[in-house]
Every structure is written in C-alpha cells, then in structure tokens.
C-alpha cells in the first residue's frame, strides 16, 4: 500500500518501490515467507524473456505500419494534413475509427455527419490521432484470452487509458505536448501485459493462483515490467522522447516528460487501490498533494476515471 513517506517528488527517487498495481492485482496483503514455486517459476520465465533477446522478441508484438507512418511524420516539420489523411486511408480500421471518433458530441457541434477523413482529421487535430492510433495499438497487444482478459487484461487496460488521460491533463495544465503525454501514458504498461501472459501460462499449467503472494515477489515483477517496457520502445525504435521518458523512470532525475508520467503513474495507480478501499480518501488526497498535482486536475480525473472504467468491456 502506497505510504507518502516513500516517495520524494519534483524529480528524486522513490525510496522504495511503488508495488500498487500488484496490490490491485493480487491483494494489498502480502504473505510472509520464502516465494511459493509458483512464484519462483513465473519469475524464471519472466527473467528468461527479460534476459534473452530472441524470447524477447517473441513477445514483442509488431509496431504496426499505420503507427510508424503517423510517428515519422510527427517529426516532420513540413508535414501537413493531407499528409495524416493519406496514412489513414491505408488503414481501413483506423479510417474508421477517425471517422467515429469524429461524429461524438465532443468534436461535431453540428447534426450532420462527417463522413470525409479531411474533415474529420482537421477536428480531431494530431493529438487526436496519436490517441487513436496508440489505442487500436494497444488494443492488439491486450491478452485476447476471456479468462485471463477478465483476470489481468481489462485491468492493464483499464489503468493505461486512465494514466494516459491523467498524463493529458497533466501535459496541458504544465504547456507540454499532449500527444506525447497520452501516447506515453498509454504504452507504459506494455511490460506488464507480457509479464501476465507469462503468469497466466504458468497458472494454465498449475491450475494454481497468485493471490495472495510476497511483497518481493511485487517488487521483481514491478522492476521487471518497467525494463520489459524500455526494451520494447527500443526494439520499436520510438522517438528517443519517449525511450528515455521510460527509461527514466526508476531513476532520481527525470526530464519533464518523464516526470509528468511517474507523477500520472503514481497517482492513477492509488485511484484504483482507492477504489478497492485499500487506502483511505486521506491517504489519496495526501499523495496528490505530495506529487505536487493541482487541485483542479485531481478533481477533473475522479470525474472522468470511472467512465472510463465502464467504457472498456
């Protein structure tokens, strides 16, 4: 459970590792003792992929042509918006979800439907594309499997969206680019989602469960998520902006980028441990506080975090 003592803001280290999403995951009650071998054996798989470039690269899935495309022509200052309607219209799913995403209430004032990319791209701007893009991208990546999808899945993904929107809000209020804060927020959690295809295939085997399990065994799956997640950006070859942004993160001196997202981690991470009734209102209002989060903010994510919640199925 997230305590204020162990975490110094404003760019300094974190005393001891923030485990809270495994606290949601596997219970904020950790056992005493040595690992059970189930957890030895998920760890030695999880070392084995973290350890081993081909297995490594078994895991990482594809960085899809679309995303590529629209990242190179971020970094191009000549770009124009006929530019990002050309890479959209070869991706039938992505032209389709621009145009969807373009007909809410948030972005069509009128009652006509838009039904050309021009439009639609011209309302929802760069930082609305990146958004969509990164989502379909993470929505391939999310273990496809209903039981462990119920079980694992649909709470990573519950967490990236809601980190992601914190990161945006956090980038606006402190004039950086929501794009790369969404977009960061959004794939932060990659690590994690192979880090649970490897407990659930070991669970598969064992017929056996995690819950509850040793803090040691949080702390190795938190320190390994996070490397997984900086070698996948990596191996994608992403914008050094966001590479180091993730590299950053178990270090003590962090660029702005990257402190935006460890402040939207942190905090995001204590919403869902705050709905679980693992902490007090006092002890999450006290660690927006020591994060340094504006008021405003804080009180903007609570409204719009539980929607959130209920959108994903």
């Excluded at 495309?69 to 991706?91: G, N, R």
């Excluded at 070698?231 to 590479?243: C, D, G």
Aim: aromatic residues 8%; contains cysteine.
């Amino acid at each position: 459970m997230f305590k204020t003592q162990d975490i110094h803001v404003k760019g300094l280290a974190t005393e001891v590792l923030n485990t809270d999403f495994y606290d949601v995951m596997f219970g904020s009650i950790d056992t005493n003792g040595a690992m059970s071998a189930l957890e030895q054996n998920t760890l030695s798989q999880i070392t084995k992929v973290l350890t081993n470039p081909a297995q490594l690269n078994k895991h990482i899935p594809a960085l899809p042509a679309m995303l590529v495309k629209l990242l190179d022509t971020l970094k191009d200052p000549h770009a124009d918006f006929d530019t990002f309607v050309d890479i959209i219209e070869q991706d039938p799913a992505f032209a389709a979800e621009v145009l969807k995403v373009a007909n809410t209430a948030k972005y069509n004032r009128t009652n006509k439907e838009i039904i050309y990319l021009s439009k639609a791209t011209s309302l929802l701007g760069i930082s609305g594309l990146m958004k969509i893009a990164s989502t379909l991208l993470m929505a391939d990546v999310i273990p496809c499997n209903p039981l462990y999808y119920q079980l694992y899945g649909r709470l990573i993904w519950v967490h990236s969206v809601q980190c992601a929107t914190l990161c945006e809000l956090l980038a606006i209020h402190e004039k950086q680019n929501t794009a790369d804060a969404y977009f960061l927020g959004l794939i932060h959690d990659l690590g994690r989602i192979i880090v649970f295809n490897c407990i659930s295939h070991d669970m598969k085997k064992t017929f056996a469960s995690l819950t509850p399990c040793t803090r040691e065994y949080k702390i190795l799956m938190t320190e390994m998520s996070r490397d997984i997640t900086y070698f996948i950006a990596k191996e994608w070859q992403l914008p050094s902006i966001y590479v180091e942004a993730l590299k950053e993160q178990r270090e003590g001196t962090r660029n702005p980028l990257s402190d935006l997202l460890f402040k939207a981690n942190c905090l995001s991470e204590n919403y869902l441990l705050f709905n679980k009734k693992s902490v007090t209102e006092d002890e999450y209002q006290s660690l927006q506080k020591s994060l340094g989060i504006d008021e405003k903010i804080f009180e903007e994510f609570n409204e719009l975090a539980p929607a959130i919640s209920e959108s994903i199925i």
